[in-house]
């Protein structure tokens, strides 16, 4: 059975492996048309994306303004491309060529100054390449910016204060970066950049910019009012030396590569010399107390049982709600599965970062096929606690992290219809229903009734009918305090990454560094584990055989403290004006804190049961 196991599991593997798409390297010819993209409207202040029509910009001819290469992940981020009617040749440059005008209606002046009051963005793409906008500090100093504003605010005369106006960007520089193929005619696209302005076109023959105007000539912003307006732009071509391979470096350095490094690095050696001396110390004190045990026991002195060793008949007592935690710890093996196996592939270079909604995806699908391992572990740690309700085990193992996970989604999708985001169409929401009901639930329960099938595990020893008196625990051995201890460690493993993470995430900049991301998550197994040992080492010493709930408490306690740290992120770093975008925060925030408590949780438990499973083993039970 373990065989068939594996076997279907590396099936999966495999096809989840051929069916990410790689990096395409797309060489243009002279003159060769290069289709320019549009992907959503964005702000930090709202997080709310737009479809990029949402706004009356200028449409293609032939007024196809559908979404264009959507996956899974792309819809559930809310995330869209678009056809664009720029029309945009290889090596062919273009000054103030006319894009369409528009005639602009109350309602499209409302929804664009209501945009550009709340800081959106604007997001073109030409070869997967997001159009970079080069901000100016007042010292000087240029910053590299993903998408580029709408518009911006007129600047008011004393006399008019309270009457707001607005302009709009209505004429834009594209400027493409390539660089030529040896041998060949063709040439490769490497950077992407867009230069926005707003030009208020009065002084032309036929009301718009044409090829014999120079974009100099106006000075004067185009304000947002009613009536027509004109979009313009320019082509520019800059040949490059950058590498086809190094052309996200641009986009990487949103980041801060430099601070990140040394953060990474300096968490990883804390953490190192941490575990040495944790490690060294229970190996000493636990090797101490079993070899002057057994002893003991070789001698004619019989000497009562002191400490840990007294526990011997209690400590393997099935837990009370044996089912949930059984069905917990399956879910969080699923959960740390899908964790290590999208890491490993995205190291290895199989999930393109270019690709939008690319990494939800195979999240998605790892978890889903991963669904065999829940139900396997389930099954075998419900029968290890002498459970009787296998099917029961099984269905909540199956149901309820997703269900939890999918009531969250389905809330703030009803509240982006309300908003007219970007929301979940409802085929999107049948493929989610469709991979969990016909391939995740299925999968739990063949890796239940798998796992069902194996001999129980046997412990050391058995529990007597009758448990154990466990006298009062010292203050700091209450089960609130070790929680809230037990997740302080881990959680200062991950601190500075979750940093970085909730930066990519709600500040709109690129992750990147997935090699990090996965030695701290080994960071953080380790660290976990090491927490968990040793609180249960104290608890036992103290005769507390109450262990199994407790040392999945501990260390899951890290969702509590993700939890908080995200309502400090939102009021320190983040400006969101909108109700309905802090329930959107708070509600994924949620989700992604829920998902820690189960895996960091699962950590500490198994580490814990081996742990007493090793020192029980190693003394002599009468």
């Given at each position: ?313 209690d400590v393997f007592r099935p837990p009370g709600k044996a089912l949930l ?76 992290y997703p269900l939890i996970n999918f009531i969250i989604f389905y809330a ?211």
């Amino acid at each position: 059975m373990l065989r068939l196991l594996l076997f279907v599991s590396a099936l999966v593997f495999g096809t989840i492996a051929f069916s990410i798409p790689g990096v395409s390297i797309k060489n243009y010819a002279p003159k060769e048309k290069i289709t320019v993209y549009a992907n959503e409207l964005d702000s930090v202040k709202t997080q709310l994306n737009f479809k990029y029509y949402f706004l009356k910009f200028c449409e293609p001819k032939n007024h196809n303004t559908k979404n264009t290469n959507e996956n899974l992940g792309s819809k559930l981020l809310g995330e869209s491309t678009q056809v664009t009617p720029y029309i945009v040749q290889m090596n062919e440059e273009g000054d103030c060529q006319k894009l369409c005008e528009v005639d602009f209606e109350p309602e499209d002046v409302k929804n664009f100054a209501w945009m550009i009051e709340r800081e959106y963005y604007a997001n073109l793409v030409i070869d997967n390449l997001p159009a970079i906008y080069k901000v100016e500090s007042p010292s000087g100093a240029v910053s590299p910016h993903v998408g580029f504003p709408l518009g911006g605010k007129v600047e008011q005369p004393s006399t008019r204060k309270g009457k707001e106006e607005y302009y709009i960007n209505n004429h834009l520089t594209l400027k493409i970066e390539y660089y030529k193929v040896a041998g060949t005619n063709t040439s490769r696209i490497v950077g992407f950049t867009v230069e926005p302005r707003s030009l208020a076109y009065k002084n032309t023959t036929h009301g718009y910019c044409d090829v014999h105007t120079k974009v100099g000539e106006f000075a004067e912003p185009q304000k947002l009012t009613k009536g027509k307006v004109f979009f313009t732009y320019d082509v520019k071509f800059i040949e490059s030396t950058k590498a086809f391979g190094s052309r996200w470096d641009t986009y990487k350095l949103l980041g801060n590569e430099e601070i990140h490094w040394w953060s990474i690095l300096n968490s990883f050696f804390i953490n190192l010399i941490l575990t040495l001396v944790i490690g060294y110390i229970m190996k000493r004190t636990v090797g101490n107390d079993i070899r002057q045990y057994n002893e003991l026991r070789t001698s004619e002195d019989i000497q009562e049982d002191r400490g840990w060793k007294q526990l011997s008949r209690d400590v393997f007592r099935p837990p009370g709600k044996a089912l949930l935690l059984s069905a917990l710890i399956g879910t969080g093996v699923q959960v740390g599965t899908m964790f290590f196996l999208t890491l490993v592939f995205c190291c290895l270079g199989f999930v393109e970062h270019s690709y939008r909604g690319n990494l939800l995806t195979t999240v998605l699908l790892f978890y889903t096929f991963m669904g065999m391992f829940a139900g396997y572990y389930s099954a075998r740690i419900y029968k290890m606690f002498n459970g009787p309700h296998w099917i029961k085990c099984t269905l909540v193992t199956a149901i309820l992290y997703p269900l939890i996970n999918f009531i969250i989604f389905y809330a703030i999708n009803i509240m982006l219809v309300f908003e007219e985001s970007s929301a979940l169409d409802p085929t999107t929401i049948l493929a989610l229903v469709a991979l969990w009901f016909g391939i995740s639930i299925p999968l739990v329960f063949l890796g239940s009734l798998i796992g069902y099938k194996k001999q129980a595990i046997q412990n050391p020893s058995k529990y007597n009918p009758i448990p154990k008196f466990i006298k009062p625990q010292p203050w700091y051995l209450n089960a609130n305090v070790l929680c809230l201890l037990g997740g302080l460690l881990p959680f200062g493993s991950v601190f500075i990454e979750l940093v970085f993470i909730m930066m990519s995430i709600w500040r709109h900049s690129f992750y990147y560094l997935f090699a990090f991301l996965f030695a701290v998550l080994l960071i953080l197994i380790i660290t976990s584990a090491e927490i968990s040992i040793v609180i249960t080492y104290l608890q036992l010493c103290n005769g507390n055989h109450r262990v199994w709930w407790k040392s999945f408490f501990n260390t899951g306690s890290i969702g509590l403290y993700i939890f908080c740290y995200s309502i400090f992120y939102y009021y320190t770093e983040l400006e969101i004006i909108r109700f309905s975008s802090i329930i959107l925060y708070f509600g994924y925030m949620f989700a992604v804190s829920f998902t820690f408590f189960i895996f960091c949780g699962t950590v500490g438990f198994l580490a814990s049961y081996w742990f007493i499973r090793t020192i029980y083993a190693s003394i002599r039970i009468d």
